[in-house]
C-alpha cells in the first residue's frame, strides 16, 4: 500500500523560507509521477511541482518558477519543496501525491494522481 506523509509546513513572514518533505512508502512504479499540490480555501487544488519518470523532467507552476524547488533522497524515499521567497498568495494546505504521468505535460495537473498524503498547512504573512 502506498503511503505518503507530508511534513515542514508552518507560519513564515513574507521573503522567508520553508522545506517540505514528503515521506513515501510501498512505493513500486516504475512509471510513475510524483508531486506536490496546493489548495487554498475556496480555490481548486492545483499542481506546484512534478516529476515525471517517462522523461525525467521535473515541472513547475509559473507562479513558483524560480522560487520553488523539487528534489528527492532516493536513499530515504522523501521528495522535499524549497519554497524560497514565500508570498501570502502561497498561503495553502500543501500534499504530496504519486500517481500516472500520463497527463504531466510541461505543467502538473492533480488528474491522474492516485495516491495522496494528509496536507501540511503553509501559512505566509505579509
Known amino acids: 500500500e502506498v503511503q505518503l506523509q507530508a511534513s515542514g509546513g508552518g507560519l513564515v513572514q513574507a521573503g522567508g523560507s520553508l522545506r517540505l518533505s514528503c515521506a513515501a512508502s510501498?512505493?513500486?512504479?516504475?512509471?510513475?509521477?510524483i508531486g506536490w499540490f496546493r489548495q487554498a480555501p475556496g480555490k481548486e487544488r492545483e499542481g506546484v511541482s512534478c516529476?515525471?519518470?517517462?522523461?525525467?523532467?521535473?515541472y513547475y507552476a509559473d507562479s513558483v518558477k524560480g522560487r520553488f524547488t523539487m528534489s528527492s533522497d532516493n536513499a530515504k524515499n522523501t521528495v522535499y519543496l524549497q519554497m524560497n521567497s514565500l508570498k501570502p498568495e502561497d498561503t495553502a494546505e500543501y500534499y504530496c501525491?504519486?500517481?500516472?504521468?500520463?497527463?504531466?505535460?510541461?505543467?502538473?495537473?492533480?488528474?491522474?494522481?492516485?495516491?495522496w498524503g494528509e496536507g501540511t498547512q503553509v501559512t505566509v504573512s505579509s
Open positions: 501525491a504519486t500517481g500516472s504521468p500520463h497527463y504531466i505535460n510541461y505543467e502538473c495537473p492533480p488528474k491522474g494522481m492516485d495516491y
Open positions: 510501498g512505493f513500486t512504479f516504475d512509471d510513475y509521477a
Open positions: 516529476f515525471s519518470s517517462r522523461d525525467g523532467g521535473t
